[in-house]
């Protein structure tokens, strides 16, 4: 059962996340979705085209909230494999992706039959802006209030409050 509503909340995505939905009336329509498919979906929220929130090899789905004023860009991938929080006034920049579940890799087994690892989950602290085509990758716990993440930075460990980052991996380079 898990695996069906999985493919039929896909299929929601890839519908709704076509461009024409990226008008302002029909907006709403994606954000409503969203809401029926998060529950926990703040107000004034701006979500773009070609988002998905995705649960990867029939894992149950964690929790995800999204706080008010969110900002998600164009292509953005998120897996929901362990919680989500993404407060308030966070803008996440096209093609972010980020991962919360890793395969474990010791032994010569085909990957397939690896065991899959969930992290703690991930919070975005208030304010914080996810630069263009960065990866957050799954060790990663907190990305700090205010933070910002450059443009194309792999996140490997968590990002203090108010902290610059960028790089791969990523590396403060100052305070904001």
């Known amino acids: 059962m898990q695996l ?3 493919m039929i909340r896909r299929v929601f995505q890839i519908f709704l996340g076509i461009w024409i939905f990226d008008c302002p009336g029909l907006m709403k329509l ?3 979705m969203y809401i029926i498919m998060l529950k926990k979906f703040g107000k004034n929220n701006v979500l773009s085209s070609k988002i998905r929130f995705y649960v990867p090899h029939g894992l149950k789905k964690a929790e995800v909230v999204v706080g008010s004023f969110v900002r998600i860009s164009e292509n953005v ?3 929901c494999s362990s919680k989500i929080v993404i407060e308030d006034n966070v803008w996440i920049s096209e093609n972010v992706s980020v991962l919360n579940h890793e395969h ?3 032994g010569r087994e085909w990957k397939k039959s690896k065991a899959i690892e969930l992290t703690e989950g ?8 996810i630069g263009a085509n960065s990866i957050i990758l799954p060790k990663v716990k907190y990305i700090g209030k205010g933070a910002i993440i450059g443009a194309g930075s792999i996140v490997t460990k968590d990002v203090e409050d108010y902290a610059v980052v960028a790089g ?3 590396k403060t380079i100052g305070q904001r």
């Open 122 to 129: 991930l919070v975005i602290g208030e304010d914080a802006w």
């Open 168 to 170: 791969n991996p990523a």
């Open 4 to 6: 069906v509503l999985e």
């Open 77 to 79: 991938t998120i897996d």
């Open 30 to 32: 994606r954000n409503l």
């Open 104 to 106: 474990m890799i010791e």
